[in-house]
């Protein structure tokens, strides 16, 4: 009972989407594409989505 092949192309795809889309997103909101790595870290990735929601983005500041 090992690991085909399909079922280690979609993990692989599962971790790889993540650092392709996410990053592109923080950027246009103004944040570090470093939070990606976040995503990855139980409990802390659910807590950063929720302030990712919720906070003001960088970039949506008015002077």
């Known amino acids: 009972m090992g690991v085909s092949l399909w079922q280690l192309f979609i993990v692989v795809i599962i971790l790889v989407i993540p650092f392709l ?3 592109a997103v923080l950027k246009k909101a103004g944040f570090s594409g ?3 790595l976040c995503l ?3 409990v ?3 807590l950063l989505i ?3 929601a919720f906070t003001e983005w960088p ?3 008015t002077q």
């Open 34 to 36: 470093w939070w990606t």
């Open 44 to 46: 802390i990735n659910i």
């Open 59 to 61: 970039n949506e500041k």
């Open 40 to 42: 990855f870290i139980p």
């Open 50 to 52: 929720w302030l990712f």
């Open 21 to 23: 889309i996410f990053p």
